[in-house]
């Protein structure tokens, strides 16, 4: 934005230039770059911009970070918490509110562990986040520092994940009966939604347990197919108290599949953009959770 101005007494011309607010208008090319996937070519189609005054515009806002939310924690009280990697040199985590399923905290982490996971949940508390409820996935670590800083909070293990993790072990083509069996239990697990399905659920895994119980100690202990079967058995046992907390409390979320779309996106956008070094990779990563939850 500019404006000219004429001096009466020399007569001479002057423009005034607001770099604030041309900066804040060619951020929409940014925003479309980091939210729609587009090129840097299709964007210089678009704006009319030559394609090095686009890198510019990418690079400027690049080195920026994105701004504070301001979002009052202490109205959260359903959460939803979940990792991806990128490459094995780094971990993006991500809290959304259930509710309103957007982000409201992320971090790019070395690791999901409890050493990085629990200052970012002891900062979240300090903002004033108590959640009543988080629904997650099975990482020991991660848990551990949740009850640590949210002792009371219910936990409730994605179902998503136990199905994945549990049909992965299991494998595509079972050679035991007790495999085929439960692949098809476990293949039911996520459209369960009310207590009569639960129950269903846990007495017929009861029952499998009892009938195949001495048919999969009978096999060698080294085989695959006892290995995937005490696992995936273990998988179920040990989450089975906290499988079903979404029945008695509609406002949990029984998965995360809302983050799991949000990174397959969030993912798809990032490999449009091949070649980023490190530090833009985190950028682009801070900028589109923030460009999508606002």
């Given amino acids: 934005?500019?404006?000219?101005?004429?001096?009466?007494?020399?007569?001479?011309?002057?423009?005034?230039?607001?770099?604030?607010?041309?900066?804040?208008?060619?951020?929409?090319?940014?925003?479309?770059?980091?939210?729609?996937?587009?090129?840097?070519r299709q964007l210089s189609h678009m704006s009319g911009h030559s394609q090095s005054k686009i890198k510019r515009i990418k690079n400027y806002w690049l080195n920026q970070e994105p701004p504070v939310l301001c979002n009052d924690h202490r109205k959260v009280h359903y959460v939803m918490f979940d990792g991806t990697y990128f490459?094995?040199?780094?971990?993006?985590?991500?809290?959304?509110?259930?509710?309103?399923?957007?982000?409201?905290?992320?971090?790019?982490?070395?690791?999901?562990?409890?050493e990085s996971v629990y200052p970012l949940i002891q900062y979240?508390?300090?903002?004033?986040?108590?959640p009543k409820a988080i629904t997650i996935d099975g990482?020991?670590?991660?848990?551990?520092?949740?009850?640590?800083?949210?002792?009371?909070?219910?936990?409730?293990?994605?179902l998503f994940h136990i199905q994945n993790q549990g049909l992965m072990w299991i494998r595509t083509y079972p050679k035991t009966i007790a495999g085929q069996e439960l692949r098809i239990l476990l293949k039911g697990l996520t459209k369960i939604r009310s207590y009569t399905e639960q129950k269903?659920?846990?007495?017929?895994?009861?029952i499998w347990k009892n009938?195949?119980?001495?048919?999969?100690?009978?096999?060698?202990?080294?085989?695959i197919a006892n290995k995937?079967?005490?696992?995936?058995?273990?998988?179920?046992d040990h989450a089975e108290s906290n499988m079903f907390h979404f029945i008695q409390d509609q406002n949990i979320e029984p998965t995360t599949n809302i983050l799991e779309s949000f990174y397959s996106r969030l993912k798809h956008h990032y490999r449009s953009h091949r070649g980023l070094t490190k530090k833009h990779k985190v950028a682009f990563l801070?900028?589109?959770?923030?460009?999508k939850s606002i």
């Avoid at 259930?98 to 999901?112: L, Q």
């Avoid at 979240?124 to 108590?130: A, C, F, M, R």
């Avoid at 995937?228 to 179920?236: A, S």
């Avoid at 801070?286 to 460009?291: E, G, K, P, Q």
């Fill in 1 to 40: 934005m500019q404006q000219r101005f004429k001096c009466n007494q020399c007569q001479k011309r002057f423009i005034w230039r607001n770099k604030i607010n041309k900066d804040l208008k060619e951020k929409h090319w940014f925003d479309l770059w980091i939210t729609e996937g587009f090129s840097v």
């Fill in 87 to 114: 490459h094995k040199d780094g971990c993006l985590v991500i809290f959304t509110d259930a509710k309103r399923r957007t982000p409201i905290f992320w971090a790019y982490i070395e690791r999901e562990s409890y």
């Fill in 124 to 130: 979240l508390k300090e903002q004033g986040l108590d």
């Fill in 139 to 158: 990482h020991r670590m991660v848990i551990k520092a949740i009850l640590h800083v949210w002792p009371k909070i219910i936990i409730q293990r994605c």
């Fill in 200 to 206: 269903i659920f846990q007495e017929t895994y009861n």
């Fill in 211 to 223: 009938s195949h119980r001495k048919s999969i100690a009978l096999l060698p202990k080294d085989s």
């Fill in 228 to 236: 995937d079967l005490q696992r995936t058995m273990k998988l179920i």
């Fill in 286 to 291: 801070n900028w589109y959770c923030y460009l």
